[in-house]
């Protein structure tokens, strides 16, 4: 297993992964999370909230947050990203708005790291912007739905 963890060298010292050798290929990665309210609460941020859109600016943050993953992650390489999407859906079953972002290059490494940081900072856009309303609001299920791509092959989360 320690093997798999390619951002250690064999002494252990972490290391960002050398890609030269890899070919250039298309990659995609999705991702999704949720923000999770009380019912009224839900009810009042879809209504609006005095700072605004909440699902607006969240997807443009959202945005934001792909492009600076390699600022963030100290081991990400910064990538060129080609297509980028974040959306923010409201979900009245449960009661939550769910964040999806799809993230697309074409280079020598993946770009889950930038899908799942678009969904994690739309996410906190979203508590941010609400938190006056309901503080005991979660963030859940941040994950990566699928990748295509690269040597890893491909990669689709059964639900």
Same mark, same amino acid.
């Given at each position: 297993? $320690?093997?798999?963890? &390619?951002?250690?060298?064999?002494?252990? %010292? =972490?290391?960002?992964?050398?890609?030269?050798a890899k070919a250039e290929t298309e990659r995609r $990665?999705?991702?999704?999370? %949720?923000?999770?309210?009380?019912? *009224?609460?839900? !009810?009042?941020?879809? $209504?609006?909230?005095?700072?605004?859109?909440?699902?607006?600016?969240? !997807?443009? *943050?959202?945005?934001?947050? $792909?492009?600076? &993953?390699?600022?963030?992650? +100290?081991?990400?390489?910064p990538l +060129?990203? @080609?297509?980028? &999407?974040? %959306?923010?859906?409201p979900d009245e079953s449960?009661? *939550?708005f769910v964040v999806t972002a799809e993230v697309? =290059? &074409?280079?020598? @490494?993946?770009v889950e790291m930038e899908a799942l940081t678009a969904v994690m900072t739309a996410c906190l856009t979203i508590y941010d912007m609400a938190k006056a309303v309901d503080k005991s609001m979660t963030i859940e299920g941040v994950e990566l739905v !699928?990748?295509?791509g690269g040597k890893s092959g491909d990669f689709k989360r059964a639900d």
């Open positions: 297993m $320690a093997d798999d963890l &390619t951002h250690f060298d064999e002494q252990g %010292r =972490t290391r960002m992964v050398d890609v030269s $990665a999705v991702a999704r999370g %949720r923000v999770v309210f009380s019912r *009224a609460s839900f !009810e009042k941020v879809r $209504a609006g909230v005095k700072k605004g859109d909440v699902a607006s600016v969240a !997807e443009l *943050a959202g945005v934001m947050g $792909a492009k600076r &993953t390699s600022d963030l992650i +100290p081991l990400c390489h +060129p990203i @080609t297509g980028l &999407t974040v %959306r923010v859906v449960a009661p *939550a697309k =290059t &074409t280079g020598k @490494t993946g !699928e990748k295509s």
